[in-house]
């Protein structure tokens, strides 16, 4: 279980350096949260992220060139227990979009070019309610025992 303590780790897949770096900027700039930021420019990278360290956020570009997308990391996120919210990113966000990712499971769609307010909003809430659903989880699993 995240430590709500310690600084969260948000993970950005993107194969898109300018928007590493605008996310970058804008979680270095949060007044409310020292935020950890980790790097995966593909799908395969953000694998061994997520299994290799905790990580309490997933904001992932809406598609990769390989032909890889979301999709794919929100299976492997949902194959580790639903734990840590996934959030789309993508500079067209059409109603086919907005409902497929909210109905498969992501945590939120950001659009692009990103809002810093916004994406401190969005991250924030997901943390919130991650947090939530993990104790939840936890204290279901304590009381089984």
């Known amino acids: 279980m995240p430590d709500t303590h310690a600084n969260p780790t948000v993970l950005i897949v993107t194969p898109f350096q300018e928007d590493y770096e605008v996310l970058r900027r804008i979680l270095d700039a949060s ?10 420019a593909t799908c395969q990278e953000a ?3 997520l299994h290799g ?3 309490d956020a997933v904001i992932a570009e809406c598609e990769f060139p390989n032909g890889l997308s979301w999709k794919e ?3 492997e996120i949902q194959n580790m227990g639903g734990y840590p919210p996934l959030i789309v990113a993508s500079r067209v966000a059409d109603e086919r979009l907005w409902a497929e990712v909210l109905n498969l499971g992501v945590y939120d769609l ?4 990103f809002d810093g307010e916004e994406t401190l909003r969005v991250l924030a809430m ?3 309610q991650a947090r939530h659903s993990r104790y939840a989880c936890d204290a279901l699993s ?3 025992v």
Do not use: G, H, N, Y
Request: aromatic share 10%; net charge positive; no cysteine.
């Open 53 to 55: 360290e905790q990580v």
């Open 110 to 113: 950001l659009l692009k070019p």
């Open 47 to 49: 694998w061994l992220a």
């Open 73 to 75: 990391l929100l299976e």
């Open 126 to 128: 997901a943390m919130r």
């Open 31 to 40: 007044t409310e949260s020292q935020w950890r930021v980790r790097f995966a």
């Open 142 to 144: 304590s009381a089984m």
